[in-house]
Structure formats: C-alpha cells, structure tokens
C-alpha cells in the first residue's frame, strides 16, 4: 500500500466552484510534488515544495494554488477551473538528503477530477 | 535538455510469454538517476526500481529483470512469465543529478502493456 495518501479519489467540480485536493504522508520526507496526467500521456510536473517552500512551479496557471503547511501536508486549491483541467491530480513524496535528485519519488493513488 | 524515448506504445503477449519494454534516454549530466514506474488502472504509480548512472549492474527481482547499458543508452525491462496481472502502463522516468534541490521525473510517454489470459 502506498504511503502517500491522497483524498478525494474522485471530485466533479463546476468552473465556479472551490475545491481543495490534499495530500498526507508519514515518511519523514522533505519534498513534495504535484503532477497532472491527463489520459493517455505521462504525468506532468506542476509544483515541487522543498523543506515546505515552493521551489519549482512549472508555469501553472493561478487558479492552481499549491500550499504545504506543514513538512506531512500537501494541498492543491482549486478555483474556476476550466474543463481542459480534468485530469488525474498525483502528489508524491521523496527524502531531501544527499543528490536529491536521485531519490526515489513516491507517489499517492491520485485524485480524479472532472470539471463540468 | 533531457528526454526519455518509450518507442513502444502498446504490447499485448500471451500470458507467460516473456517479454521487453525498451527505454532510451538523453542527458547531458554525467551523473542521472533512471526509474521505472507501473500503473495499473487505478491510477497509483507504483515504483519499481532506481538506477544510478555509476552503476551498470544489471537487477533482478523475482520475474522482473532489468538491463542498464551506458553505451547505448538504454534501460531495458524484462517481465518473465508474464501475467494477467503485469497488465499496467509502464513508464521509464530520469532525474538528472546536477540540481540542487528536489527537480521531479522527466516521463517517456509510457507503454502500455497487455497480458492476455
């Protein structure tokens, strides 16, 4: 079983609404992540936190706001989302020690959403 | 820049027929990670096993069984015998290991394999 737990599994959303996706783990890691996938292709990174602070954020459009509070927590605001945004939304999780680079990401099951 | 090449978008063999998912790769760092990752339908990526560019020891796990060649820059998996339940999209992933901090995956575009019954 997967050590990064993610809820919800699946969210339908109209465009106007606000929604949170979020993320838990208990491994003691210091990176955070957020992908989207979309059907049929490869995830795609959207947001990386390390040591709670955002250090990448792949040119995402604002009505995503990523948030961590806390080095276990991981969240994913969403607002006036459009359409195109539904997708599988994976967290992920790895240590922050050494060649960060080269540790192992851990992903959660992800979160379906579909905006209508 | 990098990039990770899954050429084969689907497979589909007959339960216990081995079978190869190939991966090629482009980097410019002399130091870089390699990953495989499995997704069923679920949804989860599911981790499979991480190579460092220093070490080109071929691993064996059970059926699975993966081939590292430098020269060719190639990270080959092989399912032996292969089952219903392998069926998963496969995706072969790089980490180049010049950043300072946590970077992310860069994904072939994944291989979708079907084990029939």
Redesign the interface.
Known sequence: DTEVTQTPKHLVMGMTNKKSLKCEQHMGHRAMYWYKQKAKKPPELMFVYSYEKLSINESVPSRFSPECPNSSLLNLHLHALQPEDSALYLCASSRLVGRSSGNTIYFGEGSWLTVV | AQKVTQAQTEISVVEKEDVTLDCVYETRDT?Y?L?W?KQPP??????LI?R?SFDEQNEISGRYSWNFQKSTSSFNFTITASQVVDSAVY?CAL???????????T????THLIIQP
């Open positions: 130091t990670y990953f990752y679920s949804g989860e990526l599911v981790f991480r460092n995706f980490s180049e290991g010049s950043g300072g901090g946590a970077d992310g995956l994904f072939g575009k994944g």
